[in-house]
């Protein structure tokens, strides 16, 4: 170790497209890293990554090659990601693995992380999918099955079990440890979801496990250190088992949107079920394994209803209480059965799982008439809703949750074709009378809300009714990393940037939804248009990693990527066929690799996209153009229109990025196929859009086909063309031209789907005075009007009521505030390169943000002063550089940690790590 180590620190190390570490089941990973050093001009030369089964390899003085199971071996490369790792026979099954990472400087001094731990499940290579056979009817069947016991190591032997069931349950397992395990990891899975305790304690943080997935298929299980949980003597594992989207329930009187209006929801399954095994380790070397099986014992839960719409029903008085513990009796309760289980292989869930953030307090409480109790929040966000009440045995209180109220401030759905939602989201409690205050969130479910409405009971005690003594909201949401923050000195600004962070932070769970509250779905296309916007605020690597995953899973066999995944509801024609979103396929391996310089799905995803590809030339029209989707969604309401501009743009840029794959995984061939396919699009798109002879106008411009042969000239349709490389070098300028003609009212003229385009073009026209034209308007479209009306989070639409009100598909313009108003932007792949170019010319006096990159923390900080001088502090994470773009200007001084750097006279600063003082003379 370097004498000079606190030179260089590292603050980050893991392995793509894994958010937790406790049951990989690939047998290639990757590594990456990241690195802070207060040392100037600092650089990493080389690396090397040593990995091995036995921990004590690190504290021996003399490291022993022998001990390694894999070794880079000292590698010439400033590369801190992406870095593969397969060994030979694969990852042992069950097994903890350690790694550390050494790197050298440009200097040649040693620097050493601290030493990582992941632990293994059963890899893929070998795995078979678990021995669930009910027992109970096939007793002899291990003789016929001898596959699944010939690998005892590799395979699993948990079987799943439940009581036959599609209500919620409990189901607990007693053991007793003689001896303390140095190490216990549980996995375990539930359908629908399930929470974990032992010993009566949450296994994790974690609600909602296992993440949605198309069961059929895939079905993930959850990994769980719980070594500090056991002790030696009598223990507990307990598992509450409820139904979310696997066996969707809608009672007697609940709203379900799957089974609105049709009842096209067919479920999954209608058995609820668990799934488990405990890996227990001693300091002997010793491994033992509990597993789930009819040894467990099972009972009905107190909640008779989990509806995931927001729908409990919670019988206080019918609660086990210690149920989970060692001191509880369950002679009562049933031997557990066996069960066949889900149809889908089961997987490690590699996505952040969803856990609960920030609590809202009420800012408002009020009784609008007796026996009901209305809470304000004060702000609309994905809620578990939480309320403490004290009453008598048996006493029922009604919760209800709104993003809107009435006049009389009670709950409220304002679109009249949902009003089953208004009366049929409500979950129902029963007292057990304890004379204490008794507390009850829901186990399975939750909404978007900003009131919370509470019938049955009374603020104080005196009218014959329990007493509510408080009700909270408690964000739920991904636990994916939270990355940065940025704020403006325009108030109306900051107050849209807050509405934007609750939305998007709302919308993210083990999916990426559209709205929390009444739809619920996995739809595609926000996933790629917000995902610039994204990346800004949350690491979504491995989030997306997962999507992919639900995507490929519902592609049909024609290469159809339906609209949405997993695939709930069937929808049809466009709402199921739509390149806009079945896009997604092609274009998330790209936005992992330029957002985390990451490449581990593309070899799963390209053979998908190939088939999606040659599906989508079967719906080609007049030699390469696509027009049989949505269109541009959402404008005025939901209105398709440059179906050929943006279908076709959404083609072209799918070619290039199944180019991209194939020249990754050296297919030289087929990339070179894809390139000559692209470029015969590229020719179609110009060929019917662009209009060169037209002289009523004194540009040359692009039409849609919306009306054709009428031609128009929209800035939607020069967009598109703009920020997809369509338009010919010699026609940019004209067609930039003729896109702020059409822009140049202020006036929002996009729908969800063009929206992202307009305002990147308004950032390549350097016009953030239209962007912030179009956000103020007095009337619809105008992101503003939300907030005067007093929203706290996006609508669905360009309403001033609509059914849903945490809709985040409109919230494209998130990027352009980051991208174009705090000025970062990627130029080389996860940031190794960036640009600042904050707005120089501009209304924004003083803008600052932070952002942890995957190499960091940037932050910047511009602020101009009335003698026109700006002064822009920005810190430049290790391994990083950043292009300060200058704009023309009499002077640039540039200072580096207090030590002046002289006078910059012209061109574009280009920065390595470190903080920065830049004034510049305008």
Same mark, same amino acid.
């Given at each position: ?28 990973? $990757? ?40 070794? #880079?071996? $000292? ?18 099954? %069950? ?36 021995? #669930? ?27 799943? *079990? ?44 974690? @609600? ?95 909640? #008779? ?231 800004? *605020? $949350? ?54 690799? &330029? ?30 153009? *696509? ?22 743009? *959404? ?61 128009? @000239? %929209? ?22 031209? #003729? ?7 202020? &006036? ?40 005067? $009306? ?21 919230? %494209? ?66 391994? %990083?550089?950043?292009?300060? @773009? ?37």
């Amino acid at each position: 170790m370097s004498m000079e180590s606190s030179a260089l620190v590292f603050s980050r190390c893991g392995i793509h497209g894994f958010h937790e570490v406790l049951g990989i089941d690939s047998d290639e990973i $990757r590594f990456y890293w990241a690195i802070n050093s207060t040392k100037k001009d600092t650089t990493q030369a080389a690396y090397r990554i040593t990995l091995t089964k036995n921990l004590k390899f690190f504290g021996s003085s003399e490291d022993e090659e022998s001990d390694l199971d894999w070794d #880079s071996g $000292r590698v010439e490369s400033n590369e801190q990601r992406n870095i593969i790792c397969k060994l030979n026979d694969g990852f042992r099954s %069950t097994c903890s693995y350690y790694w550390q990472v050494t790197v050298w400087d440009n200097n040649n001094q040693v620097y050493k992380s601290s030493i990582q731990h992941f632990f293994t499940a059963y890899p893929r290579a070998r795995l078979l999918p678990p021995y #669930s056979m009910n027992q109970t009817y096939m007793p002899h069947s291990s003789l016929i099955f001898r596959t699944w016991f010939e690998d005892e190591a590799n395979r699993w032997k948990a079987v799943w *079990i439940g009581d036959g069931g599609d209500k919620p349950i409990y189901l607990r397992k007693s053991f007793n440890l003689p001896k303390q395990p140095t190490r216990a990891i549980l996995f375990a899975s539930g359908l629908g979801h399930f929470n974990m305790t032992v010993n009566g304690q949450p296994a994790s943080n974690h @609600r909602l496990d296992p993440g949605w997935t198309g069961y059929h298929q895939r079905v993930q299980f959850t990994s769980y250190d719980v070594t500090s949980h056991l002790s030696i003597g009598e223990n507990v594992m307990g598992a509450h088992v409820g139904n979310g989207f696997y066996a969707g329930d809608k009672g007697e009187d609940r709203f379900f949107w799957p089974m609105y209006e049709d009842n096209t929801y067919v479920r999954y399954g209608n058995e609820l079920c668990f799934f488990a095994e405990l890996h227990l380790f001693y300091e002997d070397g010793s491994h033992d394994t509990l597993i789930s099986d009819p040894t467990w014992s099972v009972r009905k839960s107190a909640t #008779s209803l989990a509806n995931i719409y927001a729908s409990e029903t919670h019988d206080r008085r019918l609660y086990p209480e210690n149920w989970d513990t060692a001191t509880f009796s369950s002679e009562d309760w049933k031997p557990a059965k066996p069960l066949t289980g889900p149809r889908g292989h089961i997987y490690y869930q590699t996505q952040p799982p969803v856990v609960l953030h920030e609590t809202f307090i009420p800012v408002k409480t009020y009784s609008p008439r007796k026996g009901v109790v209305c809470f304000d929040l004060g702000q609309n966000a994905s809620t578990m809703v939480q309320i403490s009440v004290e009453g008598p045995a048996g006493a029922e209180v009604i919760v209800r949750y709104s993003e809107t109220v009435n006049e009389e401030g009670t709950v409220l759905m304002p679109d009249p074709l949902f009003k089953e939602f208004e009366t049929g989201v409500f979950s129902r409690i029963y007292l057990a009378g304890t004379g204490d205050p008794e507390i009850w969130e829901p186990d399975f479910s939750f909404t978007s809300a900003r009131y919370i409405q509470v019938e049955g009971v009374a603020l104080e005690a005196g009218d014959g009714l329990p007493v509510i003594h408080s009700a909270v909201g408690r964000h739920i949401s991904s636990a994916a990393r939270r990355l940065g923050v940025m704020k403006t000195d325009k108030g109306d600004v900051n107050e849209l940037l807050n509405a934007l962070f609750w939305t998007f932070n709302s919308n993210l769970f083990s999916y990426h939804t559209d709205c929390p509250q009444i739809e619920k779905f996995g739809w595609l296309e926000v996933t790629h248009l917000l995902a610039p916007a994204t990346q800004y *605020i $949350r690491d979504m690597e491995s989030l997306y990693t997962k999507i992919l995953d639900d995507i490929i899973d519902a592609q049909e066999r024609s290469g159809l990527v339906p609209t949405m995944a997993p695939e709930i509801r069937y929808m049809c024609g466009p709402l199921h066929d739509t390149i806009t979103w079945g896009c997604a396929l092609c274009l998330l391996p790209d936005i992992l690799l &330029r957002y985390y310089g990451s490449t581990h799905v593309i070899p799963k995803v390209y053979p998908a996209a190939v088939r999606y590809m040659e599906y989508i030339l079967t719906k080609e029209r007049k030699g390469g153009l *696509i027009e049989h989707g949505l269109g541009d969604w959402g404008r005025d309401i939901a209105f398709g229109n440059h179906q050929a501009n943006i279908e076709t743009a *959404i083609y072209y840029k799918c070619l290039q990025c199944v180019e991209m794959m194939a020249r990754e995984l050296g297919k030289i061939e087929e990339a070179t196929k894809y390139n000559e396919w692209a470029a015969r699009i590229y020719d179609a798109y110009n060929r019917h859009l662009l209009v060169k002879d037209d002289s009523s106008y004194a540009h040359i411009y692009y039409t849609s086909l919306d009306d054709f042969p009428h031609r128009d @000239r %929209t800035a939607i349709a020069q967009a598109m063309a703009l920020q997809f490389d369509l338009c010919p070098p010699e026609y940019r300028k004209d067609v930039m031209a #003729s896109f702020v003609d059409d822009a140049s009212d202020g &006036r929002i003229r996009a729908g969800e789907i063009g929206l992202r385009f307009l305002f990147n073009t308004l950032a390549d026209a350097k016009r953030p005075d239209l962007v912030l034209k179009m956000a103020r308007q007095e009337e619809h479209p105008s992101y503003m009007r939300f907030l005067r $009306r007093g929203e706290t989070t996006l609508l669905e639409f360009w309403q001033d009521e609509c059914r849903s009100k945490c809709h985040d598909m409109l919230g %494209t313009i998130y990027e352009w505030f980051y991208s174009t108003v705090l000025g970062l932007k990627p130029i080389e792949n996860a940031y190794r390169t960036f640009e600042v170019d904050p707005p120089y010319v501009s209304e924004f006096g003083h803008v600052q943000g932070t952002f942890d990159s995957p190499y960091g923390w940037i932050t910047i900080d511009f602020q101009r002063s009335e003698l026109n001088i700006v002064t822009l502090k920005l810190t430049v994470p290790f391994g %990083t550089t950043a292009v300060v @773009r200058i704009p023309c200007s009499k002077r640039v001084d540039v200072t580096r940690e207090d030590e002046a750097m002289g006078i910059h006279s012209s061109g574009d600063l280009e920065l390595l790590h470190g903080s920065y003082n830049i004034a510049i003379q305008l």
